[in-house]
């Protein structure tokens, strides 16, 4: 049992006993403290800190020797899990980001795997891998923001957006033509897809960004603009503003609060008139005080730039002398520490060419860093920002840094282990690319001796494309992450990747298995894949047939497969390929056009029968119970799924259910899965779309939902090329009413 959960468990049953036996729930609650020190979250920090250090050595090009370390930091933080007191410590964006940085295809992989493996939701993983790629280059622009279709709307990418934009830009003319197709394809996203709620500003930032790049002539730029405009404009009120319960009830009256922000801006200006007349006598002792009264945070930021103005040449030294020495109320320190740092950096950078100044320097900005450095970094999310301020500060040079780091090893022992990474990281950023693989593989040898992990092989790299990890979405769990990965590839293609993407992802079609962007362990939806993308296909070849017309062929091949006779992947195929021949001359024969027409359609209708109220699955158990070998749901998945098919087509009884079965048994293979605990089959925010009820086409599909369905689809696609035909039932009308095309229709995939 992992640390944190034998902890929680003893602890809880050291609560419950407590009331009955004192002396057991003593011995529990020893337990659990043995057991909760075991948890190391500061050992999960240091190991974000090290994939933080990685990331930042990352370029265009894969690096061999970084991905390597960066391999080394993702087993590290696999096998640290169950040492956590909660896995949100575990820094798993950080590990993303950093094999992005080194590899963009190995940080999809990665993305992809820890998704399957319930570790990372593969929202979040995209969006790390193209934060990452955005900054290094590792993705082409069209395919970093194409990718950013697979994150669900609601999550903010407008920021995500323009790097990659402004790389493309960089590379001048002879991508001109590349950035003006990606700038209408994504305008034309952002105002047409987009929820209102977020359009307004991808749209926005997008106007902005090719205003300030002299680009406004762009196309879609122009209606993004208008959108933007309008959304805005959309979002003002016509009503008059609620009424403040700070105003007076009659005219005229002041009310004890206004009367109160009358006495504070009163304190606040006689402060600031005190502080700028001592600022010019060179008075800097009362400067606490005054500095306490100035009011809010804005308030006393300008009362240190008005008393910094205000002080003659002569009196500069005092100034920061004041700044140093400044005597704040009990609890101001960590409130206001950060403006006083800001205040001494600017006076700096202002005076830096004077000469007292500059000999004042090394002396005071030690003192200054010993007095305020404390409440510096007492708040870990503001170190680091804190530490480059103190590093960078001007006329110091190098001695920035030694300063700092002195002043913080004579506190080490008052700082936590946050804060004391942000400082290594910072100190960091110095470093040269070996020295930071040096020091992040000298702390991972350390590490993996201490926990008894082996030294990690260098193995032959693995099969890795971005079209590999599209097919790995395609075959998700979930049909929503499906859509948005079929949005994704149409974005790459018509922006103008569509011969590398297609033909990466035909090559793909032709596996049973997702290569390393799934757990090997688990079974992979390949049947769904296959029917995703001949979904895009079949989309494609309206929009762009020229791109389609060269895998004429493959569409063909796969609507009159009887090898793989999937009705629903065979029904994509033919449309696709009947619309290619509408759409282009002499693509097929005139007998593959006749085949095509009649292929996976019931061979007309047999004569009339009674209509069969009894579920013919009612009898299961008593009739074929050991003849079944897959364990199938016969309440909600086979006696409604199943039923339409023994019901309507006239073949003998059980047909489709027996044939799946061999479609499970023979050829796919029942896998080790515990049925009950299948993950995939779960959601923990929505059970309604975890589960198969009376029939229905849920969202998410477990394992044992896949194999049912997908075996249904082959098994009628098998009694069809056997030259199945419709059930004449002696109720149906004379009208084109055709039953067989309504259930097909209600399996194929929207898109």
Same mark, same amino acid.
């Given at each position: 049992?992992?640390?944190?959960?034998?902890?929680?468990?003893?602890?809880?049953?050291?609560?419950?006993?407590?009331?009955?036996?004192?002396?057991?729930?003593?011995?529990?609650?020893?337990?659990?403290?043995?057991?909760?020190?075991?948890?190391?979250?500061?050992?999960?920090?240091?190991?974000?800190?090290?994939?933080?250090?990685?990331?930042?050595?990352?370029?265009?090009?894969?690096?061999?020797?970084?991905?390597?370390?960066?391999?080394?930091?993702?087993?590290?933080?696999?096998?640290?899990?169950?040492?956590?007191?909660?896995?949100?410590h575990?820094?798993?964006?950080?590990?993303?980001?950093?094999?992005?940085?080194?590899?963009?295809?190995?940080?999809?992989?990665?993305?992809?795997?820890?998704?399957?493996?319930?570790?990372?939701?593969?929202?979040?993983?995209?969006?790390?891998?193209?934060?990452?790629?955005?900054?290094?280059?590792?993705?082409?622009?069209?395919?970093?923001?194409?990718?950013?279709?697979?994150?669900?709307?609601?999550?903010?990418?407008?920021?995500?957006?323009?790097?990659?934009?402004?790389?493309?830009?960089?590379?001048?003319?002879?991508?001109?033509?590349?950035?003006?197709?990606?700038?209408?394809?994504?305008?034309?996203?952002?105002?047409?897809?987009?929820?209102?709620?977020?359009?307004?500003?991808?749209?926005?930032?997008?106007?902005?960004?090719?205003?300030?790049? $002299?680009?406004?002539? %762009?196309?879609?730029? +122009?209606?993004?603009?208008?959108? &933007? !405009?309008? #959304?805005? =404009?959309?979002? @003002?009120?016509?009503?008059?503003?609620?009424?403040?319960?700070?105003?007076?009830?009659?005219?005229?009256?002041?009310?004890?609060?206004?009367?109160?922000?009358?006495?504070?801006?009163?304190?606040?200006?006689?402060?600031?008139?005190?502080?700028?007349?001592?600022?010019?006598?060179?008075?800097?002792?009362?400067?606490?005080?005054?500095?306490?009264?100035?009011?809010?945070?804005?308030?006393?930021?300008?009362?240190?730039?008005?008393?910094?103005?205000?002080t003659?040449?002569r009196?500069?030294?005092?100034?920061?002398?004041?700044?140093?020495?400044?005597?704040?109320?009990? $609890?101001?320190?960590? %409130?206001?520490?950060? +403006?006083?740092?800001?205040?001494? &950096? !600017?006076? #700096?950078? =202002?005076w830096? @060419?004077?000469?007292?100044?500059?000999?004042?320097?090394?002396?005071?900005?030690?003192?200054?860093?010993?007095?305020?450095?404390?409440?510096?970094?007492?708040?870990p999310?503001?170190?680091?920002?804190?530490?480059?301020?103190?590093?960078?500060?001007?006329?110091?040079?190098?001695?920035?840094?030694e300063?700092?780091?002195?002043?913080v090893?004579r506190?080490?022992?008052?700082?936590?282990?946050?804060?004391?990474?942000?400082?290594?990281?910072?100190?960091?950023?110095?470093?040269?690319?070996?020295?930071?693989?040096?020091?992040?593989?000298?702390?991972?040898?350390?590490?993996?001796?201490?926990?008894?992990?082996?030294?990690?092989?260098?193995?032959?790299? &693995?099969?890795?494309?971005?079209?590999?990890?599209?097919w790995?979405?395609?075959?998700?769990?979930?049909?929503?992450?499906?859509?948005?990965?079929?949005?994704?590839?149409?974005?790459?293609?018509?922006?103008?990747?569509?011969?590398?993407?297609?033909?990466?992802?035909?090559?793909?079609?032709?596996?049973?298995?997702?290569g390393?962007?799934?757990?090997?362990?688990?079974?992979?939806?390949?049947?769904?894949?296959?029917?995703?993308?001949?979904?895009?296909?079949?989309?494609?070849?309206?929009?762009?047939?020229?791109?389609?017309?060269?895998?004429?062929?493959?569409?063909?091949?796969?609507?009159?497969?009887?090898a793989?006779?999937?009705?629903?992947?065979?029904?994509?195929?033919?449309?696709?390929?009947? &619309?290619?021949?509408?759409?282009?001359?002499?693509?097929?024969?005139?007998?593959?056009?006749?085949?095509?027409?009649?292929?996976?359609?019931?061979?007309?209708?047999?004569?009339?029968h009674?209509?069969?109220?009894?579920?013919?699955?009612?009898?299961?158990?008593?009739?074929?119970?050991?003849?079944?070998?897959?364990?199938?749901?016969?309440?909600?998945?086979?006696?409604?799924w199943?039923?339409?098919?023994?019901?309507?087509l006239?073949?003998?009884?059980?047909?489709?259910?027996?044939?799946?079965?061999?479609?499970?048994?023979?050829?796919?293979?029942?896998?080790?899965?515990?049925?009950?605990?299948?993950?995939?089959?779960?959601?923990?925010?929505?059970?309604?779309?975890?589960?198969?009820?009376?029939?229905?086409?849920?969202?998410?599909?477990?394992?044992?939902?896949?194999?049912?369905?997908?075996?249904?689809?082959?098994?009628?696609?098998?009694l069809?090329?056997?030259?199945?035909?419709?059930?004449?039932?002696?109720?149906?009308?004379?009208?084109?009413?055709?039953?067989?095309?309504?259930?097909?229709?209600?399996y194929?995939?929207?898109?």
């Amino acid at each position: 049992i992992p640390a944190r959960e034998r902890w929680t468990v003893l602890q809880n049953a050291a609560d419950l006993v407590q009331h009955q036996d004192e002396e057991w729930a003593a011995q529990l609650y020893a337990e659990a403290v043995e057991a909760a020190s075991d948890l190391d979250d500061d050992g999960a920090r240091l190991l974000g800190a090290l994939a933080a250090i990685l990331e930042s050595t990352g370029s265009a090009e894969p690096d061999e020797v970084g991905w390597l370390l960066a391999r080394r930091v993702v087993r590290a933080v696999e096998h640290h899990t169950p040492y956590v007191s909660d896995e949100d410590h575990l820094p798993r964006k950080a590990c993303v980001r950093a094999a992005s940085a080194l590899n963009a295809q190995a940080g999809l992989a990665l993305a992809a795997r820890w998704d399957d493996e319930d570790r990372f939701s593969l929202a979040d993983g995209v969006l790390a891998v193209c934060v990452a790629t955005g900054a290094t280059g590792g993705l082409p622009p069209e395919e970093g923001i194409s990718l950013l279709r697979m994150i669900p709307f609601g999550i903010e990418v407008t920021d995500d957006l323009v790097p990659h934009l402004d790389r493309l830009l960089a590379e001048g003319d002879p991508a001109r033509s590349r950035l003006s197709r990606l700038v209408e394809n994504v305008t034309g996203w952002a105002i047409r897809d987009v929820p209102p709620r977020s359009r307004r500003h991808i749209a926005g930032r997008l106007a902005e960004w090719a205003e300030a790049n $002299g680009l406004r002539g %762009l196309p879609g730029v +122009d209606s993004a603009a208008e959108t &933007a !405009a309008f #959304l805005e =404009a959309l979002d @003002r009120t016509d009503h008059q503003p609620p009424i403040s319960p700070h105003l007076p009830a009659v005219s005229g009256e002041r009310t004890p609060w206004q009367i109160e922000q009358d006495e504070r801006e009163r304190v606040a200006t006689e402060a600031y008139e005190a502080a700028v007349t001592d600022a010019r006598s060179g008075v800097f002792d009362r400067l606490g005080g005054q500095f306490s009264k100035a009011g809010y945070r804005s308030g006393r930021a300008s009362l240190l730039t008005t008393v910094r103005e205000a002080t003659p040449r002569r009196y500069r030294t005092a100034y920061l002398n004041g700044l140093t020495e400044l005597d704040l109320g009990p $609890g101001e320190g960590t %409130l206001w520490a950060d +403006d006083l740092l800001k205040a001494f &950096a !600017a006076a #700096l950078r =202002a005076w830096e @060419r004077d000469v007292r100044v500059q000999a004042w320097a090394p002396a005071g900005v030690e003192a200054f860093a010993e007095r305020w450095l404390p409440w510096l970094i007492r708040r870990p999310w503001g170190v680091a920002e804190t530490v480059r301020t103190l590093f960078t500060l001007p006329g110091l040079g190098n001695r920035g840094a030694e300063i700092t780091i002195a002043a913080v090893a004579r506190r080490v022992g008052d700082l936590s282990a946050e804060t004391l990474l942000q400082v290594g990281r910072v100190l960091a950023e110095g470093f040269t690319r070996d020295e930071k693989q040096a020091l992040v593989g000298a702390v991972l040898d350390a590490w993996e001796e201490d926990v008894g992990l082996a030294p990690l092989s260098v193995e032959a790299e &693995a099969d890795r494309t971005t079209g590999g990890f599209l097919w790995c979405a395609f075959g998700h769990h979930d049909r929503q992450i499906r859509w948005r990965a079929m949005h994704a590839a149409r974005a790459m293609i018509l922006n103008g990747n569509a011969e590398e993407v297609l033909l990466d992802l035909m090559a793909w079609s032709e596996r049973t298995d997702a290569g390393p962007y799934r757990d090997t362990e688990r079974v992979f939806y390949w049947q769904a894949a296959l029917a995703s993308l001949h979904a895009l296909l079949l989309r494609l070849v309206h929009e762009v047939p020229d791109v389609v017309r060269p895998y004429a062929d493959v569409l063909a091949k796969c609507a009159l497969s009887t090898a793989f006779p999937h009705v629903q992947v065979r029904e994509l195929a033919r449309r696709a390929a009947l &619309a290619l021949e509408e759409g282009a001359l002499s693509v097929y024969d005139a007998e593959t056009i006749e085949h095509l027409r009649k292929v996976n359609q019931p061979l007309g209708r047999s004569a009339e029968h009674e209509r069969a109220i009894r579920n013919p699955y009612d009898a299961f158990w008593g009739e074929s119970k050991d003849s079944v070998r897959f364990p199938f749901d016969y309440m909600d998945q086979v006696s409604h799924w199943y039923a339409w098919a023994e019901r309507r087509l006239d073949v003998p009884a059980m047909s489709v259910l027996m044939k799946a079965d061999t479609w499970i048994c023979n050829h796919w293979g029942i896998p080790d899965v515990d049925w009950r605990s299948d993950s995939r089959s779960r959601d923990p925010y929505d059970r309604r779309d975890a589960r198969v009820y009376k029939g229905s086409y849920p969202r998410l599909m477990g394992t044992r939902e896949h194999l049912t369905l997908h075996a249904m689809f082959c098994a009628m696609g098998e009694l069809l090329d056997g030259g199945a035909a419709l059930r004449q039932d002696m109720y149906d009308s004379d009208d084109e009413y055709d039953d067989w095309a309504k259930w097909m229709e209600a399996y194929l995939p929207a898109f």
